[in-house]
Structures are given as structure tokens and as C-alpha cells.
């Protein structure tokens, strides 16, 4: 009779045994990444023989299990133990109505593990190696049947044997094969996930300015899921593109590979704050799988729901497509939604320009920008459909850049207004046009809106106040002109002037990051609330100085000084969002305030110059001949306004000066948690690219001249931009 011995040595003259015989024994013991059994103790186990006969088990408070008086061969062991208790977040996942989740108990034990490595890496060697005939590498995927909801598997040093299950032919699908009369030891990988970090305080703090600044930018990629499109027959999905939301969160993050790319393009790395959390409350990405889920099922053609039917938005040459694409992912303490922003240049602009205020519909109270809450409406279908199916009661934190920052702010006050609902809702905003009339904006007062302006962006002041137009209405005589930067492509609106209606209106409050030069050498930044729209919105300041019978005057492209990056998210927000964050937790270690006596002097002169330069406008327009009318007064109206401004400004400034931070302010709800925001903080402090000494991210150094005058990159303080386009990335 052949034995196995001779099948292990010839795997090419592998048989069926002749002559199976019992008596065999196996014993095995599953560990940790410390060789610890103790997480795996009580567990119910199954072996299955080369005979197809079945032994149950339990394994022992030391991880132990044995098996006595099996036949020949190798034998194969599952555990496919359903969790019965009732912890959260456990219970729900099963119970829920919609993808409910075939958790083991096995998976809620590796879930209480933890890496050895902080990387997640696979160890090299495991104490409970020195007790074991053969040692393997496995994870919970290998050991029970239904798989799509677990993580993908990762390289081990030590793989299970697959040339045994080919031995044990169909009995050997399902499992982990183990050599007979041997002592067989298991590392069990843990079950862990990272997750973004994100505070879920309604409070403003620079953790979640940074983090989401990161959320909306990914939301300009695609979805990533191979294959793409329904119907799809394969049992499984895969998530390679990268960046992709898809690949993040179905991937990446699942593996514990710290992912940082959102852009294609993008070289430098900006990473994410992680922690790290029990593989169940990552942020999920739902399962495929048309055995277990009906609506996988390939037979329902073009209305199969796949992972990318369910999370992601992308409605370009669908029918009364609005060119709008978004995502949207939970985990049990909150769901993120995050709206792209312009992106398709020349689509993204028509929709843009149609600045015709519609009624809110039965959202709420006052007149929307038309295009903007068209695109409003589908990520409204695609949120309501996710929260239907997921919503448990979490805070619901949404984000979006230029055009998708406008999208979101409609979006959220619809979601705060639905019959029947409650939803907690954080709405974080960058370089975002204004989307309403000042009734909705009033409407919309307790809608937790931070609006972040980054230095000189240009795309906060569009549309202007005063303009209620229509696409596709062109007087070459009295146009407003919009520029694509890339292209180079005008649209020419007219109609722009909105005396009978109310004006568009900014909502939210204001976060704005601001260069300080000081020469030609030395500069640093500030992230404040100035609330003066000379400052944030050069173009504002502009319509108000440079007005000719109530429109505009506009200086060709080429004559504007304009840095694209400031309205880009990978060259102008996430880095400044990282300065600013960087320059935070400086002032919290150091107990210092936010703003030094330099910079406050330095603004402050600057501030002075605005008010004058409005002072001395204003003058001009009283002592002018002009004939009075309806346009000139709402000028001279506009200057009193923006003075009033400044002055405020200048409080603030004030303020910020004799204040010092707090850890809420820095960190939100994880300033509550130091053991594990110190442990986040040291993963991300880990990357070089955190320790840069990046002038903008520190306080300037105190030997700065004083007759140096302060400027923002370059242009003095104050001084008006007139480009208005959101359609640059």
C-alpha cells in the first residue's frame, strides 16, 4: 500500500489511496500573531477525512483541538460557527434586511486580535512554532464558506498546503488541509481594518477639515470594480483600479495597506490620520455574491445590483444626465457621502453657468441655482436608496469640492429637511460657488455647514450676488464672460443683473486658509474665519469697486494674475487642510495661539489699506455727477457692507491672537480617546512626509523686519481677483 509519505514525495504519481486505512490521528492548534490560543478557545470545529467522514469538536482554553482514529491522508477543517450573540456591531450586520452579513463565530475572534507589526505585515515567526510538526499562515476566509463580505487575501510566509486538497479531491474544497499525525499550529491573521479617521462632533475641528479635504477629492475617480457593468456572471468582484473609492475601501483599507493617492497625477503623499478597528466597522463596501443575494443574481440583467450600483454615482450618457458623480460608504457610527466637483470641462460649465434661480421644490424655503440642484436631486436618489438600506442612526458627514461643494450643501439641507427623519448631518465644503438665495440660506441656519476658502480662489464668488441667468443667452454688448482656464473656452451669459429677485448668498461658516509672505524668503499661513469678502473673495470685492452702469468690468484672462492651484484640490486644498492641521497641533503642543504678534501686525496694516481703498470708492461714487440710480446705490450699499466687514475681521483676528487652542478643536470626538489618538498619531507621524519642516505648517520665526509688508504669494493683501470659473479641475 502506497503511503503518504510516498504521496507528499510524488505529487506527480498522485492515486487514490488503495487501501484506507483508520487509525490516524491529528491534533492542531490555532493561535495568534503571538502564538497566543487563547482568542480561539470554546471554538466549534468540523474535520472532514480523505473518506469524507466528518469529526466534531471544540476546541480546548489553549486554542487545541484533536482528532482520533481517521482515516489515511491529510484531513481538512473548517469552522463555520454562526456568531449568536448580541454584540454591537455584530447583531445588526446579521439582522439587517438588505446584505446581511454571514459573520462567524471565528471572525469575531480574529476581529479581537491584533497585528504584531503596525504595518500589518505577516510575522516571520511565531513563538507556538517551537511546538508544531507543520506551522501555517491563514485567514478566516480559508476557514468558513461564505467569503465576499471578508477582505481580500495578502501574501504569507507560510501558506496553507494546497497540493493536500488536490489529495483529498472533492474533499478538500472547503478548508484548511492538515498533515495526519502531526501536530499542526494556525496563525489565524487578524481581522483588522484601517479606517479614516473622522471626528463625529458637529463641532469644527482641523482633523476632519484635512481628512475629508482627502474624501472629496477621491470622489473625482471611478468606482473601480472589475467587471464594470451589469450583468455580471463571475461569483466575485474584484476592486484594482487605483485610486478608486472602490479600491480604498474594498481593498486597500480592508488589507491594511495605509493607501494615500486620490489623483492620478498626484506625487506627493498626503496621507490619511488611520486607526486601526475591527474589520467590521471599516467603512464597508457592500458584498457580491449571487448565491447568497438575490439582487447579485446575474439573471436580473441590467437591474442586478452590484457593489457599484449601491455605493457610487456616476450619471454621464444616461438620460437626463446631469454629468454628476458621488459615493458613498457607512460604517456603524456614521455614513460619508462625497460629491466631485467640476470635472468634465465643457459639460461642467454650461451647468455652472445656468445660474437661473429655481424654488427649493419641497425641500424647504427659497431659490436654488438651477444646475447645481438638478445635480442635487440625483445624489439625493443615490443617498436615499443607501440610507434605506444601511442607515441605523449614524452622523451623517458629507463633503464636496468647487461644484460638488455646492451640489452637497443642497443635498444636505434636503436630507435635514425629509418627512420622518432626523439625520445628524456635518457638511464640509471646499472652494464651493454660492448655490442660493438669501431665504434659503436663512432656512438652512442650523445646517452644520464649514466652507472652506482656500488663499485666492476665485470660484467662492460665482455666481455673483446679484446674477439670476439663463444658459444659452448671448449679448456680446452686456456679457459676463467665463473663462476655462484649461481650454480656453468663453461661454458669454447674459441677463446677469437680478434687481426683482434676491441675491445669491454664501451659507455656512467660513474656514479660510491664507499665505502670509513676509519678503521674499520667510512666510507662514493662517486658517481663520475673516468673514470679509475682500479677503476670501477677491472677485466680490471687485464687482463692488469696478461696477459701469451696474455690470461688471472684466480684465481678459491673460491680464489676470491667477494660480490655478489654489482652486485645485491636490495643489491648493489638501495642502493647505495639511499646513493648517500641522499648524494646529504646534500651537496644541506648544500652548501657543494660532496667530503670532507678527502676523497680527502684518494683517492688520493690510486690513487698514482695504479700508481705505473702499472709503475712498465710496467718496468717489457720492461726489460723482452721475445721474442716482437703483445700481449706484446698490453699490455704495456694497461698500458699507464689505467696511463693516473688515472691521469685523479685525476683531476676529483679535480674538484669535489672545485664544489658545484645545484638543477638540484639533481632533473632535478622538480629543475624548488620548490612547488611541496618541496611537493614530504615532502611525501617522511614522511617514517622513508628516515631519516635513514646512514653513506653512509652523509658526514663523520671530526675526522677521517689520517694514517688510505682508502679502498673500506674492500679491499685496486685499488685492482683487476677478476670475470666476469653476470648471478648472
Same mark, same amino acid.
Given at each position: 500500500?502506497?503511503?503518504?509519505?510516498?504521496?507528499?514525495?510524488?505529487?506527480?504519481?498522485?492515486?487514490?489511496?488503495?487501501?484506507?486505512?483508520?487509525?490516524?490521528?491529528?491534533?492542531?492548534?490555532?493561535?495568534?500573531?503571538?502564538?497566543?490560543?487563547?482568542?480561539?478557545?470554546?471554538?466549534?470545529?468540523?474535520? &472532514?477525512?480523505?473518506?469524507?467522514?466528518?469529526?466534531?469538536?471544540?476546541?480546548?482554553?489553549?486554542?487545541?483541538? #484533536?482528532?482520533?482514529?481517521?482515516?489515511?491522508?491529510?484531513?481538512?477543517?473548517?469552522?463555520?460557527?454562526?456568531?449568536?450573540?448580541?454584540?454591537?456591531?455584530?447583531?445588526?450586520? %446579521?439582522?439587517?434586511?438588505?446584505?446581511?452579513?454571514?459573520? =462567524?463565530?471565528?471572525?469575531?475572534? *480574529?476581529?479581537?486580535?491584533?497585528? /504584531?507589526?503596525?504595518?500589518?505585515?505577516?510575522?516571520? +515567526?511565531?513563538?507556538?512554532?517551537?511546538?508544531?510538526?507543520?506551522?501555517?499562515?491563514?485567514?478566516?476566509?480559508?476557514?468558513?464558506?461564505?467569503?465576499?463580505?471578508?477582505?481580500?487575501?495578502?501574501?504569507?510566509?507560510?501558506?496553507?498546503?494546497?497540493?493536500?486538497?488536490?489529495?483529498?479531491?472533492?474533499?478538500?474544497?472547503?478548508? /484548511?488541509?492538515?498533515?495526519?499525525? #502531526?501536530?499542526?499550529?494556525?496563525?489565524?491573521?487578524?481581522?483588522?481594518?484601517?479606517?479614516?479617521?473622522?471626528?463625529?462632533?458637529?463641532?469644527?475641528?482641523?482633523?476632519?477639515?484635512?481628512?475629508?479635504?482627502?474624501?472629496?477629492?477621491?470622489?473625482?475617480?471611478?468606482?473601480?470594480?472589475?467587471?464594470?457593468?451589469?450583468? %455580471?456572471?463571475?461569483?466575485?468582484? +474584484?476592486?484594482?483600479?487605483?485610486?478608486?473609492?472602490?479600491?480604498?475601501?474594498?481593498?486597500?483599507?480592508?488589507?491594511?495597506?495605509?493607501?494615500?493617492?486620490?489623483?492620478?497625477?498626484? =506625487?506627493?503623499?498626503?496621507?490619511?490620520?488611520?486607526?486601526?478597528?475591527?474589520?467590521?466597522?471599516?467603512?464597508?463596501?457592500?458584498?457580491?455574491?449571487?448565491?447568497?443575494?438575490?439582487?447579485?443574481?446575474?439573471?436580473?440583467?441590467?437591474?442586478?445590483?452590484?457593489?457599484?450600483?449601491?455605493?457610487?454615482?456616476?450619471?454621464?450618457?444616461? #438620460?437626463?444626465?446631469?454629468?454628476?458623480? *458621488?459615493?458613498?460608504?457607512?460604517?456603524?457610527?456614521?455614513?460619508?457621502?462625497?460629491?466631485?466637483?467640476?470635472?468634465?470641462?465643457?459639460?461642467?460649465?454650461?451647468?455652472?453657468?445656468?445660474?437661473?434661480?429655481?424654488?427649493?421644490?419641497?425641500?424647504?424655503?427659497?431659490?436654488?441655482?438651477?444646475?447645481?440642484?438638478?445635480? *442635487?436631486?440625483?445624489?439625493?436618489?443615490? +443617498?436615499?436608496?443607501?440610507?434605506?438600506?444601511?442607515?441605523?442612526?449614524?452622523?451623517?458627514?458629507?463633503?464636496?469640492?468647487?461644484?460638488?461643494?455646492?451640489? =452637497?450643501?443642497?443635498?444636505?439641507?434636503?436630507?435635514?429637511?425629509?418627512?420622518?427623519?432626523?439625520?445628524?448631518?456635518?457638511?464640509?465644503?471646499?472652494?464651493?460657488?454660492?448655490?442660493?438665495?438669501?431665504?434659503?440660506?436663512?432656512?438652512?441656519?442650523?445646517?452644520?455647514?464649514?466652507?472652506?476658502?482656500?488663499?485666492?480662489?476665485?470660484?467662492?464668488?460665482?455666481?455673483?450676488?446679484?446674477?439670476?441667468?439663463?444658459?444659452?443667452?448671448?449679448?456680446?454688448?452686456?456679457?459676463?464672460?467665463?473663462?476655462?482656464?484649461?481650454?480656453?473656452?468663453?461661454?458669454? /451669459? *447674459?441677463?446677469?443683473?437680478?434687481?426683482?429677485?434676491?441675491?445669491?448668498?454664501?451659507?455656512?461658516?467660513?474656514?479660510?486658509?491664507?499665505?502670509?509672505?513676509?519678503?521674499?524668503?520667510?512666510?507662514?499661513? &493662517?486658517?481663520?474665519?475673516?468673514?470679509?469678502?475682500?479677503?476670501?473673495?477677491?472677485?466680490?470685492?471687485?464687482?463692488?469697486?469696478?461696477?459701469?452702469?451696474?455690470?461688471?468690468?472684466?480684465?481678459?484672462?491673460?491680464?489676470?494674475?491667477?494660480?490655478?492651484?489654489?482652486?485645485?484640490?491636490?495643489?491648493?486644498?489638501?495642502?493647505?487642510?495639511?499646513?493648517?492641521?500641522?499648524?494646529?497641533?504646534?500651537?496644541?503642543?506648544?500652548?501657543?495661539?494660532?496667530? =503670532?504678534?507678527?502676523?497680527?501686525?502684518? &494683517?492688520?496694516?493690510?486690513?487698514?489699506?482695504?479700508?481705505?481703498?473702499?472709503?475712498?470708492?465710496?467718496?468717489?461714487?457720492?461726489?460723482?455727477?452721475?445721474?442716482?440710480?437703483?445700481?449706484?446705490?446698490?453699490?455704495?450699499?456694497?461698500?458699507?457692507?464689505?467696511?463693516?466687514? /473688515?472691521?469685523?475681521?479685525?476683531?476676529?483676528?483679535?480674538?484669535?491672537?489672545?485664544?489658545? %487652542?484645545?484638543?477638540?478643536?484639533?481632533?473632535?470626538?478622538?480629543?475624548?480617546?488620548?490612547?488611541?489618538?496618541?496611537?493614530?498619531?504615532?502611525?501617522?507621524?511614522?511617514?517622513?512626509?508628516?515631519?516635513?519642516?514646512?514653513?506653512?505648517?509652523?509658526?514663523?520665526?520671530?526675526?522677521?523686519?517689520?517694514?517688510?509688508?505682508?502679502? &498673500?504669494?506674492?500679491?499685496?493683501?486685499?488685492?482683487?481677483?476677478?476670475?470666476?470659473?469653476?470648471?478648472?479641475?
Amino acid at each position: 500500500m502506497t503511503t503518504f509519505d510516498e504521496e507528499v514525495k510524488h505529487p506527480l504519481n498522485s492515486r487514490m489511496f488503495a487501501c484506507p486505512a483508520q487509525g490516524n490521528w491529528t491534533s492542531f492548534k490555532f493561535v495568534d500573531e503571538l502564538g497566543e490560543g487563547l482568542s480561539y478557545a470554546g471554538l466549534n470545529y468540523s474535520v &472532514i477525512d480523505s473518506e469524507g467522514q466528518v469529526y466534531k469538536g471544540t476546541l480546548d482554553r489553549s486554542g487545541i483541538g #484533536k482528532v482520533d482514529n481517521h482515516f489515511s491522508g491529510p484531513i481538512s477543517i473548517i469552522l463555520v460557527q454562526k456568531y449568536t450573540g448580541k454584540a454591537l456591531p455584530y447583531k445588526d450586520l %446579521i439582522q439587517r434586511d438588505h446584505y446581511p452579513l454571514p459573520i =462567524t463565530e471565528l471572525q469575531v475572534r *480574529a476581529e479581537q486580535t491584533r497585528y /504584531v507589526h503596525n504595518d500589518g505585515s505577516r510575522t516571520q +515567526s511565531n513563538p507556538a512554532q517551537a511546538c508544531a510538526d507543520y506551522f501555517c499562515q491563514v485567514e478566516v476566509r480559508h476557514l468558513v464558506k461564505h467569503v465576499a463580505h471578508l477582505p481580500p487575501e495578502v501574501e504569507a510566509h507560510y501558506p496553507p498546503n494546497k497540493h493536500w486538497a488536490k489529495l483529498m479531491r472533492e474533499h478538500g474544497k472547503q478548508g /484548511v488541509c492538515l498533515l495526519p499525525n #502531526k501536530h499542526n499550529v494556525l496563525e489565524v491573521r487578524p481581522l483588522r481594518a484601517l479606517r479614516p479617521m473622522l471626528s463625529t462632533d458637529s463641532q469644527f475641528c482641523a482633523l476632519n477639515l484635512y481628512q475629508l479635504a482627502l474624501m472629496a477629492t477621491l470622489s473625482y475617480n471611478p468606482f473601480g470594480q472589475e467587471p464594470k457593468k451589469p450583468p %455580471i456572471w463571475e461569483k466575485t468582484v +474584484s476592486f484594482p483600479v487605483q485610486p478608486s473609492m472602490g479600491n480604498w475601501f474594498g481593498d486597500a483599507l480592508a488589507r491594511f495597506d495605509e493607501i494615500w493617492k486620490v489623483d492620478p497625477g498626484q =506625487t506627493g503623499a498626503y496621507y490619511p490620520l488611520y486607526e486601526d478597528v475591527p474589520y467590521s466597522k471599516r467603512l464597508e463596501i457592500a458584498p457580491f455574491d449571487p448565491d447568497l443575494y438575490p439582487a447579485n443574481s446575474p439573471d436580473l440583467g441590467e437591474e442586478q445590483e452590484t457593489p457599484a450600483k449601491v455605493h457610487f454615482l456616476d450619471d454621464r450618457g444616461q #438620460k437626463n444626465d446631469t454629468d454628476t458623480q *458621488a459615493f458613498i460608504t457607512h460604517n456603524d457610527e456614521l455614513v460619508l457621502i462625497s460629491v466631485r466637483g467640476t470635472s468634465e470641462l465643457l459639460a461642467d460649465a454650461l451647468r455652472d453657468a445656468d445660474a437661473f434661480q429655481t424654488p427649493f421644490g419641497k425641500e424647504g424655503l427659497g431659490k436654488v441655482h438651477r444646475g447645481f440642484y438638478d445635480a *442635487a436631486l440625483k445624489v439625493y436618489e443615490l +443617498s436615499i436608496n443607501y440610507l434605506e438600506k444601511f442607515y441605523t442612526g449614524q452622523k451623517l458627514i458629507i463633503c464636496g469640492h468647487s461644484l460638488g461643494g455646492a451640489i =452637497t450643501l443642497l443635498l444636505s439641507e434636503m436630507l435635514r429637511r425629509r418627512t420622518g427623519y432626523e439625520y445628524k448631518i456635518v457638511l464640509y465644503t471646499y472652494g464651493a460657488p454660492r448655490a442660493a438665495d438669501s431665504t434659503f440660506v436663512k432656512g438652512a441656519a442650523d445646517l452644520v455647514h464649514y466652507r472652506m476658502v482656500n488663499h485666492n480662489d476665485p470660484v467662492p464668488s460665482v455666481p455673483a450676488t446679484w446674477m439670476n441667468t439663463k444658459p444659452r443667452v448671448y449679448l456680446p454688448g452686456a456679457a459676463l464672460t467665463f473663462f476655462n482656464a484649461p481650454l480656453g473656452i468663453a461661454g458669454f /451669459v *447674459a441677463g446677469i443683473t437680478n434687481l426683482t429677485g434676491e441675491p445669491y448668498e454664501h451659507h455656512g461658516t467660513l474656514q479660510h486658509f491664507m499665505p502670509v509672505a513676509f519678503g521674499a524668503i520667510k512666510k507662514s499661513s &493662517i486658517m481663520w474665519e475673516p468673514g470679509c469678502d475682500t479677503i476670501t473673495e477677491h472677485a466680490a470685492c471687485t464687482l463692488a469697486i469696478h461696477q459701469n452702469n451696474g455690470l461688471p468690468e472684466r480684465a481678459g484672462f491673460i491680464a489676470q494674475i491667477f494660480d490655478a492651484d489654489n482652486h485645485s484640490m491636490t495643489g491648493g486644498y489638501i495642502p493647505g487642510c495639511w499646513a493648517a492641521l500641522r499648524r494646529w497641533q504646534e500651537a496644541l503642543t506648544l500652548k501657543h495661539s494660532l496667530v =503670532t504678534d507678527e502676523e497680527f501686525e502684518h &494683517i492688520s496694516r493690510a486690513l487698514a489699506t482695504i479700508i481705505e481703498q473702499l472709503r475712498f470708492k465710496r467718496r468717489m461714487l457720492g461726489d460723482s455727477p452721475t445721474p442716482y440710480s437703483r445700481a449706484h446705490e446698490l453699490t455704495i450699499n456694497a461698500l458699507n457692507r464689505e467696511v463693516d466687514k /473688515v472691521h469685523m475681521t479685525f476683531e476676529r483676528l483679535k480674538r484669535l491672537r489672545q485664544s489658545t %487652542i484645545n484638543e477638540n478643536r484639533v481632533y473632535g470626538s478622538f480629543s475624548t480617546q488620548p490612547d488611541l489618538l496618541s496611537e493614530c498619531l504615532l502611525r501617522w507621524d511614522a511617514h517622513p512626509e508628516n515631519k516635513v519642516p514646512e514653513q506653512l505648517a509652523m509658526t514663523p520665526a520671530p526675526d522677521v523686519d517689520d517694514d517688510l509688508l505682508a502679502s &498673500i504669494n506674492g500679491h499685496a493683501v486685499g488685492a482683487p481677483y476677478t476670475f470666476d470659473i469653476d470648471s478648472l479641475f
